[in-house]
């Protein structure tokens, strides 16, 4: 085949490159995609490295690197003493300009439009402001014990600790959630119920996949925890909202929905308005269950923190019916963006669910488990947790001091018993939006209701919700102040 004039190949080809760095990445991508284009045709001798590097201006040494990766690719060929050619390609329809592909049609599948209609969180970059919520005091982080701790992992580490391991998580690890949860929630488990997963929600949408069948109707608390909702309806179940009042998820209104397959809750502390369920409701709940031959997906996300009274006995460890599947994680204890967390599972389902686990994604990293071992193991963990327990109380304190001085009884916060966020209730959803919309002008975090509770746009329930554990004392009262300017301007 008789070679095509190599400068009209480039430059119809029109390669341009922008200043900076990495210029031979650019003219790499460039070449291979006019290539791909047919834009390059199969047999086109192109320049020397010299003539293009002089055309382009930039050295040869750059421009002998992308020729040399290109030929290794199959991209080009040489040919001895007489250049370099684009090679033919089969799916290259030679000296033709090939459009690429239309983007593929969107898979028609539930799961599809199911986490289409899932709005991802607001996510807000930079150190946390008032009032985020979702997140402990990120800065009491124990770093310095935790990097000492993994420098060990890794200078320890042999070839037997760094191959696939068991998909339910470190034996150790689990042996040790199994006797805090024993000890410090009353929840006496094995530690072959517990599988640790990649933080709560992976626990969540384990029970989910393994429990629920597309027909299944499935009920979450309003408002409620949206990420649960959206992982528990992947399965193509039908969502149901039972109303929470005072004393938690209000059974009689479960009961009235007719046959549920499992309910997610969050009992000790409800995500958002707070409340933590009363007893009676919790045995209620339990018979329900046992009567509708249904599950109970216990999220005890920030059970831990109680600034007052006594916290109430999990489902999990009054469920004599074995019905309770028990969520815990380690994002509010330690941090969010470590991924830990754990299912405690009916001692039947274990076996099952530890293989969907391995299916999903195999199991946590092992250098991160050893150290959450170890760090507890050492003691480190519980002090962490008393400081960390210390620091959201005084900041709740401050919250609520500052809250009464500058708005008094005139917008009263609900009270905050438990946890680490505060729900302020508005009377109406137009209420909310402003007092949202002044407060992120005024620089605070804040977030609706509708926005992190899942409602319904027809409900008439509105409200805030005020993280209060993310940043220290000063930094809340200042913004409970700048929030009463905006209000009073607004
Ligand atoms: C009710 C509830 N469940 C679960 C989680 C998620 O926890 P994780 O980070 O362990 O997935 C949160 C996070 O804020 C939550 O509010």
């Known amino acids: 085949m008789e070679p095509i004039d190599a400068s009209l190949g480039l430059d119809a080809a029109g390669?341009?490159?922008?200043?900076?760095?990495?210029?031979?990445?650019?003219?790499?991508?460039?070449?291979?995609?006019?290539?791909?284009?047919?834009?390059?045709?199969?047999?086109?001798?192109?320049?020397?490295?010299?003539?293009?590097?002089?055309?382009?201006?930039?050295?040869?040494?750059?421009?002998?690197?992308?020729?040399?990766?290109?030929?290794?690719?199959?991209?080009?060929q040489t040919r001895v003493g007489d250049g370099t050619y684009v090679a033919a390609l089969r799916a290259t329809p030679s000296r033709t300009v090939v459009h690429l592909p239309t983007e593929p049609a969107?898979?028609?599948?539930?799961?599809?439009?199911?986490?289409?209609?899932?709005?991802?969180?607001?996510?807000?970059?930079?150190?946390?402001?008032?009032?985020?919520?979702?997140?402990?005091?990120?800065?009491?982080?124990?770093?310095?014990t935790w990097s000492r701790l993994l420098a060990r992992f890794w200078r320890r580490s042999d070839a037997g600790l760094l191959g696939y391991t068991e998909a339910a998580g470190l034996p150790r690890l689990r042996e040790l959630i199994a006797a805090y949860l024993s000890h410090s929630r009353g929840l006496h488990c094995t530690a072959e119920q517990v599988i640790v997963t990649s933080g709560a929600q992976q626990a969540i949408s384990l029970a989910a996949l393994a429990l629920l069948k597309p027909s299944d109707r499935v009920a979450v608390e309003s408002p409620g925890y949206r990420a649960a909702a959206a992982a528990l309806s992947l399965t193509g179940a039908e969502l149901l909202r039972v109303p929470v009042d005072a004393e938690g998820l209000q059974v009689a209104a479960l009961e009235a929905l007719g046959p549920c397959r499992l309910v997610h809750v969050t009992p000790s502390h409800q995500f958002p308005s707070c409340v933590a369920m009363s007893?009676?409701?919790?045995?209620?709940?339990?018979?329900?269950?046992?009567?509708?031959?249904?599950?109970?997906?216990?999220?005890?996300?920030?059970?831990?923190?109680?600034?007052?009274?006594?916290?109430?006995a999990p489902l999990a460890s009054l469920d004599r019916s074995q019905r309770t599947l028990y969520v815990g994680s380690f994002s509010k204890l330690l941090a969010p963006g470590l991924r830990l967390g754990y299912l405690v599972a009916p001692a039947g389902f274990a076996t099952v669910l530890t293989r969907l686990r391995g299916l999903l994604d195999r199991h946590s990293p092992i250098a991160e488990q050893t150290v959450l071992a170890d760090f507890i193991e050492q003691g480190h963990f519980l002090r962490h947790l008393r400081r960390a327990r210390r620091a959201a109380t005084q900041r709740r304190d401050a919250l609520l001091e500052a809250w009464q001085r500058?708005?008094?009884?005139?917008?009263?916060?609900?009270?905050?018993?438990?946890?680490?966020?505060?729900?302020?209730?508005?009377?109406?959803?137009?209420?909310?939006?402003?007092?949202?919309?002044?407060?992120?002008?005024?620089?605070?975090?804040?977030?609706?209701?509708?926005?992190?509770?899942?409602?319904?746009?027809?409900?008439?329930?509105?409200?805030?919700?005020?993280?209060?554990?993310?940043?220290?004392?000063?930094?809340?009262r200042g913004a409970v102040r700048s929030l009463h300017k905006a209000w009073n301007k607004g």
């Open 106 to 144: 969107p898979p028609d599948t539930p799961m599809w439009a199911r986490v289409q209609a899932f709005t991802p969180p607001r996510r807000v970059e930079g150190p946390p402001r008032a009032f985020r919520h979702g997140v402990p005091a990120l800065e009491l982080f124990p770093a310095e």
């Open 406 to 476: 500058e708005f008094g009884s005139a917008l009263p916060l609900a009270p905050i018993d438990a946890g680490l966020h505060a729900l302020l209730p508005l009377e109406t959803p137009a209420q909310e939006a402003r007092l949202v919309q002044l407060g992120r002008a005024a620089g605070l975090e804040l977030a609706g209701l509708r926005e992190v509770g899942g409602l319904p746009s027809h409900s008439s329930r509105a409200g805030i919700v005020f993280g209060f554990a993310a940043v220290a004392p000063a930094q809340l």
């Open 279 to 312: 007893l009676p409701r919790r045995l209620a709940l339990i018979h329900w269950a046992e009567r509708q031959d249904a599950f109970l997906l216990e999220d005890d996300y920030d059970g831990e923190y109680r600034h007052a009274g006594l916290p109430l």
């Open 15 to 76: 390669i341009a490159l922008l200043p900076g760095a990495q210029l031979g990445t650019q003219l790499h991508e460039q070449l291979k995609a006019r290539i791909l284009q047919g834009q390059l045709p199969a047999a086109l001798r192109l320049p020397t490295t010299r003539a293009l590097a002089e055309a382009l201006g930039i050295s040869r040494n750059t421009v002998v690197r992308v020729y040399e990766r290109l030929l290794s690719e199959g991209y080009l």
